[in-house]
């Protein structure tokens, strides 16, 4: 919002320059305009200005144009934004800056409303467009990108959200939204990214949701993100990589499913590691999990990995293990 502000001011003074050319009722209606720091009553004396000089003086139209539109977008008045960033679109002489500024006021405020999808849908189209254009190779574009490129996208993914939930129009708002985050790397883009990689799996597109939850995931490591990954993986039949984010997952918080799960997997084929995460499994007292990792435990070191082995031994090995587990976990030995 100071952003903003501090360009309305630039937007006022940039419009200064039109003072000679007025009388001095509308220069001094310009100049109060000017000293007003509260935006609703600098927003009422543009509109009374407008009342009175709108169509009296074509030349300095566009100042007054621009300077409605923002105030009314900063007030979430989108219906008025509509009508006055329309009205300055109207002059050809319009700077870009001003011109993506104005496009993507009018992308939200029809997202916003619901007056008109495809405007609003054509609109963020045309911040994209001019966005991009502006775009100066071998020099950061962060400005652009992720308060114009990245802003439009978003809004792109809520109008497509709109629409049936098929195939192509979710992973349209999925490719524009993953597309978004890595321009600005922002919380809004994440929220967007995770909740369509959902869809995706839902539609059995896994691979894609995949994509996604690892982007999110590389930036920014997380036990779920982890752990939804892992589940993933399994479903593609890919254990290899099943594990490896389970074990990720574990890693940042322990969990006594997580281990169970790792446990599951690797039972057939690191029997001593499945054997290690089970009894932690246990030890970390989930209601659930817990029993059922004691019972794989049990079974797979009495049957499997010991068999054959007198009582006593098969006794002290498996509490070898158990302790092991807990100097892990860092459980006190009494």
């Known amino acids: 919002m ?36 509260n935006l609703q ?10 009342k009175i000089y709108g169509d009296k003086d074509e030349r300095n139209a566009i100042y007054m144009y621009l300077n409605l539109a923002d105030s009314a977008y900063q007030l979430q008045q989108f ?29 939200n405020a029809y997202n916003l409303t619901k007056k008109d999808i495809d405007k609003a849908y054509s609109y963020a189209d045309l911040v994209i467009e001019l966005a ?27 109008l497509l959200l709109s ?50 939850v690892e982007t ?24 290899a990589k ?3 984010n389970l074990k990720s997952s574990y890693q940042m918080k322990k969990s006594s499913k997580v281990a169970y799960d790792l446990g599951v997997l690797l039972n057939k084929t690191d029997i001593d590691s499945a054997l ?10 989930d209601e659930k999990y817990s029993p059922k990792a004691l019972e794989l435990l049990q079974h797979l070191f009495f049957n499997v990995k010991s068999k054959g082995q007198l009582p006593a031994e098969q006794e002290k090995g498996f509490q070898e293990i158990l302790l092991a587990a807990k100097t892990r976990l860092g459980i006190t030995i009494p």
């Open 79 to 107: 219906d008025k934004t509509i009508l006055y960033g329309e009205k300055a679109l109207l002059y050809k002489e319009i700077e870009a800056q001003n011109k993506l500024r104005i496009y993507l006021f009018l992308a």
């Open 132 to 158: 991009k254009s502006l775009r100066l190779e071998n020099q950061s574009n962060v400005t652009i990108d992720t308060n114009y490129i990245a802003p439009a996208l978003r809004i792109q993914v809520q």
């Open 242 to 244: 099943a594990v490896e």
């Open 163 to 212: 629409k049936p939930q098929d195939l192509i129009n979710t992973t349209a708002a999925f490719n524009k939204a993953l597309e978004s985050y890595n321009l600005d790397n922002s919380e809004k883009s994440s929220i967007f990214v995770l909740f369509l990689s959902e869809r995706m799996v839902k539609l059995n597109q896994v691979e894609g949701a995949i994509k996604g």
């Open 216 to 239: 999110i995931n590389q930036a920014k490591p997380n036990a779920d993100y982890a752990n939804r990954l892992a589940f993933w993986y399994e479903r593609l039949g890919n254990r």
């Open 2 to 37: 100071k952003k903003i502000a501090i360009y309305f001011i630039l937007l006022i003074v940039g419009g200064a320059a039109m003072l000679p050319a007025m009388n001095k009722a509308q220069t001094d209606a310009w100049m109060a305009i000017l000293g007003e720091k």
């Open 276 to 285: 290690n995460y089970l009894a932690e499994s246990n030890l970390l007292n």
């Open 41 to 50: 009553a600098r927003f009422d004396k543009l509109e009374e200005y407008y």
